[in-house]
């Protein structure tokens, strides 16, 4: 039953480094999505994937790139990391993308670019 | 700038008391509110949800409440436990599926 599974659950980077968020998901769940939780600003969505072999913009894309590897993996890159890029990064998975879709959420990857 | 306003954004309740969260939207496309919970160091979880043909949707403790004319709604928390003490988000979706985030409340319940 693990459900979403992210990793790491903690990174440091300096200014310009870059790093991958891994994500997985083993429910089967055709859509997949990354997030930002940052404090007041509530979770912002940076990329989905509705179904396996595509990729969409999100609200907050600039500075990410992702890669739906197959149907269970969804990577979030930075090519190039930012302090403005601190924040709690969440991976979410859905059966689909109709509107009352239930969203399943992995427990985090809390980013400090320093 | 956020399309789901929520408030407050923290509220402290004793135990046995009531927890209310308000939120509010301006998109007539929203067709779908959920609420999630978080509790610290995990993903947000569905809580609750309902669609704009329903005033109110309760399960259990939880309750929405929901105001087409008006735009808003909000959930509320009864008999409060500290179990409970989690943030909450509310959201809204499109009907194009996509999710617009509330800020979050974080919500205490005292013991």
């Known amino acids: 039953n693990a459900g979403v599974t992210q990793t790491p659950k903690f990174q440091v980077l300096k200014t310009g480094q870059s790093m991958t968020l891994q994500c997985a998901q083993d429910?089967?769940?055709?859509?997949m999505y990354w997030y930002r939780q940052d404090p007041g600003m509530g979770l912002r969505l940076i990329y989905y994937?509705?179904?396996?072999?595509?990729?969409d913009k999100g609200e907050v894309p600039n500075g990410y790139n992702v890669s739906r590897l197959n149907k269970r993996e969804f990577s979030l890159r930075l090519e190039s990391a930012a302090p403005s890029q601190t924040s709690v990064y969440f991976c979410a998975s859905s059966a689909g993308t109709a509107t009352n879709e239930k969203l399943f959420f992995g427990s985090g990857t809390q980013l400090s670019v320093l | 700038q956020q399309q789901v306003k929520q408030s407050p954004q923290s509220l402290i309740v004793q135990k046995g008391g009531i927890s209310i969260i308000n939120c509010a939207y301006e998109?007539?496309?929203?067709?779908?509110f959920p609420w999630y919970q978080q509790f610290p160091g995990k993903g947000p979880a569905l809580l609750i949800a309902i669609r704009p043909d329903v005033s109110e949707k309760k399960e259990g403790r939880f309750t929405i409440s929901f105001n087409k004319s008006a735009k808003q709604f909000s959930l509320h928390i009864m008999d409060s436990q500290p179990g409970d003490s989690a943030t909450y988000f509310c959201a809204a979706t499109d009907s194009w599926g996509k999710l617009q985030f509330g800020a979050g409340t974080q919500v205490v319940v005292t013991p």
């Open positions: 994937s509705a179904s396996e072999g595509t990729t």
């Open positions: 998109n007539t496309a929203f067709d779908y």
């Open positions: 429910m089967n769940h055709n859509s």
